[in-house]
């Protein structure tokens, strides 16, 4: 997989160029994501014992760093592993290699009550709009919702 290292600035349609792509800011400090070699893959089954025969190789070799106070956007194709990724970060799907660290924590390596304490620090919006923002909620409400599940509010706010 080839890719362009990031953050860098695009330009605006009609100016000009920059004579160059470094960025005005740099970040001290360490990236509050790191992103390593991820690799998910998922089983193809078939024939008439319904075994498994090959593998998608949805994500491979995936490596980022994001930054405190960044936003991270994945585009590309359509089944070209952008939810898969970010699935992946969560620990929503199984993982076949690679490293995942936020905040200096590794979340492959997590499980149970440590693996959903440290979901309520990252958050991740599906591509399909209407599974991901309800059209009957406001929008309060879909701010809300993950702050309830996970037991955040209390009293008068949890109503």
């Given at each position: 997989?080839?890719?362009?290292?990031?953050?860098?600035?695009?330009?605006?349609?009609?100016?000009?160029?920059?004579?160059?792509?470094?960025?005005?800011?740099?970040?001290?400090?360490e990236p509050i994501?790191?992103?390593?070699?991820?690799?998910?893959?998922?089983?193809?089954?078939?024939?008439?014992?319904?075994?498994?025969?090959?593998?998608?190789?949805?994500?491979?070799?995936?490596?980022?760093?994001?930054?405190?106070?960044?936003?991270?956007?994945?585009?590309?194709?359509?089944?070209?592993?952008?939810?898969?990724?970010?699935?992946?970060?969560?620990?929503?799907?199984?993982?076949?290699?690679?490293?995942?660290?936020?905040?200096?924590?590794?979340?492959?390596?997590?499980?149970?009550?440590?693996?959903?304490?440290?979901?309520?620090?990252?958050?991740?919006?599906?591509?399909?709009?209407?599974?991901?923002?309800?059209?009957?909620?406001?929008?309060?409400?879909?701010?809300?919702?993950?702050?309830?599940?996970?037991?955040?509010?209390?009293?008068?706010?949890?109503?």
């Open positions: 997989m080839r890719g362009q290292d990031l953050p860098r600035r695009f330009p605006l349609p009609g100016q000009p160029l920059a004579e160059s792509e470094t960025p005005d800011t740099v970040v001290a400090g994501l790191q992103v390593r070699d991820l690799v998910a893959r998922f089983p193809v089954r078939g024939g008439l014992l319904n075994r498994v025969t090959r593998e998608v190789h949805a994500v491979e070799k995936v490596s980022f760093d994001l930054w405190p106070g960044e936003t991270l956007s994945l585009v590309g194709e359509s089944g070209c592993g952008k939810s898969t990724t970010g699935r992946a970060l969560l620990r929503l799907v199984e993982t076949q290699g690679g490293t995942i660290t936020f905040d200096g924590q590794r979340i492959d390596t997590l499980a149970g009550g440590k693996l959903q304490a440290l979901r309520r620090n990252i958050q991740f919006i599906f591509q399909d709009p209407y599974a991901s923002l309800d059209p009957r909620q406001t929008v309060g409400d879909s701010i809300m919702e993950p702050l309830r599940v996970h037991g955040l509010l209390r009293g008068e706010a949890a109503r």
